[in-house]
């Protein structure tokens, strides 16, 4: 699944070769109305939306390949689905695990389970291969920023590259960038905040942690490690699935079909879901204003509030309200505390 950049919607692909595209505003109603687009004679497995929110890309798991819906919206308000005439070619030899849009629109990254993660312009063509030289991949991402490209895998890191295009547009190269290290085991899942100025990682070892990757790599300037906190669950489970929210001040984590959530300032964990599923959790994700997490895996998509998230801010805002210095700050800031608590309590989740 994947939530639009306008944070209207939100894009689903199953086996009953679909996809739905499902209107954000309906998440709190009784009705969830979706637009649906069929995929003729395969079903995706990935789906991303364009930056413009305009189209989206699905990877087909019959054909191996990707392929690009345009969306065009109609007088009714609803919108057409069409399939551009030519899918990507064939490059990748294993099975693909992630794709990514960069929000330049500039790249596509496609990644499969051997080590290769291939970039790709809009029209199809590759422009470069990766070696992530990590036995296997279990997870690859594009930034939100748009600069850079992730992939985990067997080996205990992280590992960043920046996909450079010149001044012009032109595609120049793909350099390494840096390398989140400090896991004593493979890592199976991470994510980026919504500025890309924060990373986390989990790993087999037991441990998620949070890192700060605003730092200066060119000149090798390493990312700092902020918080490490313990996921026993990690080491066991088949799948493990990682979401950091937008403001990177909570972390989802999911193994089987039990979903945890850490806050990230005190690496405590807050709430616990379990069994939300009837099979292994595939995708999770926070949209982009925080409020929400969404957890797939069987045939329904899991709505939850993100409490631990307005939880945060309330305690952002009193240690913020302690050294604000004028008037105006002081009213900013307890207007902000005051929502937050005020949607604490409509949740029945303001902890006295």
Same mark, same amino acid.
């Given at each position: 699944?994947?939530?639009?950049?306008?944070?209207?919607?939100?894009?689903?692909?199953?086996?009953?070769?679909?996809?739905?595209?499902?209107?954000?505003?309906?998440?709190?109603?009784?009705?969830?109305?979706?637009?649906?687009a069929?995929?003729?004679?395969?079903?995706?497995?990935?789906?991303?939306?364009?930056?413009?929110?305009?189209?989206?890309?699905?990877?087909?798991?019959?054909?191996?390949?990707?392929?690009?819906?345009?969306m065009?919206?109609?007088?009714?308000?609803?919108?057409?689905?069409?399939?551009?005439?030519?899918?990507?070619?064939?490059?990748?030899?294993?099975?693909?695990?992630?794709?990514?849009?960069?929000?330049?629109?500039?790249?596509?990254?496609?990644?499969?389970?051997d080590?290769?993660?291939?970039?790709w312009?809009?029209?199809?063509?590759?422009?470069?291969?990766?070696?992530?030289?990590?036995?296997?991949?279990?997870?690859?991402?594009?930034?939100?920023?748009g600069?850079?490209?992730?992939?985990?895998?067997?080996?205990?890191?992280?590992?960043?590259?920046?996909?450079?295009?010149?001044?012009?547009?032109?595609?120049?190269?793909?350099?390494?960038?840096?390398?989140?290290?400090?896991?004593?085991?493979?890592?199976?899942?991470?994510?980026f905040?919504?500025?890309?100025?924060?990373?986390?990682?989990?790993?087999?070892?037991?441990?998620?942690?949070?890192?700060?990757?605003?730092?200066?790599?060119?000149?090798?300037? %390493?990312?700092?490690?902020?918080? #490490? @906190? !313990? /996921?026993?669950?990690?080491? $066991?489970?088949?799948?493990? &699935? =990682?979401?950091?929210?937008p403001?990177?001040?909570?972390?989802?984590?999911?193994?089987?079909?039990?979903?945890?959530?850490?806050?990230?300032?005190?690496?405590?964990?807050?709430?616990?879901?379990?069994?939300?599923?009837g099979?292994?959790?595939? %995708?999770?994700?926070?949209?982009? #204003? @925080? !409020? /929400?997490?969404?957890?797939? $895996?069987?045939?329904?998509? &899991? =709505?939850?509030?993100?409490?631990?998230?307005?939880?945060?801010?309330?305690?952002?805002?009193?240690?913020?309200?302690?050294?604000?210095?004028?008037?105006?700050?002081?009213?900013?800031?307890?207007?902000?505390?005051?929502?937050?608590?005020?949607?604490?309590?409509?949740?029945?989740?303001?902890?006295?």
């Amino acid at each position: 699944m994947d939530f639009s950049s306008n944070g209207k919607y939100l894009a689903t692909c199953a086996d009953d070769r679909t996809i739905r595209i499902w209107s954000t505003k309906d998440f709190l109603q009784r009705e969830h109305r979706s637009m649906r687009a069929n995929v003729e004679l395969d079903h995706a497995t990935l789906v991303r939306f364009s930056p413009d929110c305009r189209a989206f890309i699905v990877w087909l798991a019959n054909g191996d390949t990707l392929r690009v819906f345009k969306m065009t919206k109609r007088e009714d308000g609803g919108y057409t689905f069409t399939a551009t005439p030519e899918d990507f070619p064939k490059k990748h030899k294993a099975p693909v695990i992630d794709v990514g849009i960069a929000n330049t629109g500039k790249f596509i990254m496609t990644a499969s389970s051997d080590t290769t993660v291939l970039i790709w312009s809009l029209k199809g063509q590759v422009l470069s291969t990766i070696n992530t030289n990590q036995m296997n991949n279990t997870h690859a991402a594009v930034s939100p920023c748009g600069r850079f490209v992730a992939s985990c895998g067997f080996t205990p890191d992280v590992k960043v590259w920046e996909v450079c295009f010149g001044k012009k547009g032109e595609f120049q190269e793909v350099v390494r960038a840096f390398e989140l290290k400090g896991h004593s085991a493979a890592v199976r899942s991470f994510a980026f905040s919504n500025d890309s100025r924060r990373m986390a990682s989990v790993s087999k070892d037991g441990t998620w942690k949070l890192w700060d990757t605003d730092v200066e790599y060119k000149k090798q300037q %390493d990312p700092y490690l902020l918080r #490490t @906190g !313990r /996921f026993e669950e990690a080491a $066991g489970a088949a799948t493990c &699935r =990682l979401a950091l929210s937008p403001d990177a001040q909570v972390l989802a984590l999911a193994s089987g079909s039990s979903i945890h959530l850490y806050n990230t300032r005190r690496g405590e964990k807050e709430e616990c879901f379990e069994r939300v599923h009837g099979e292994c959790i595939t %995708d999770l994700s926070f949209d982009i #204003t @925080g !409020r /929400f997490l969404a957890s797939c $895996g069987d045939r329904a998509v &899991r =709505l939850f509030h993100n409490t631990p998230g307005h939880r945060a801010i309330v305690e952002e805002m009193q240690g913020h309200l302690k050294r604000a210095s004028t008037d105006s700050t002081r009213q900013r800031l307890q207007q902000k505390l005051t929502q937050a608590q005020e949607t604490l309590k409509s949740l029945g989740a303001l902890k006295k």
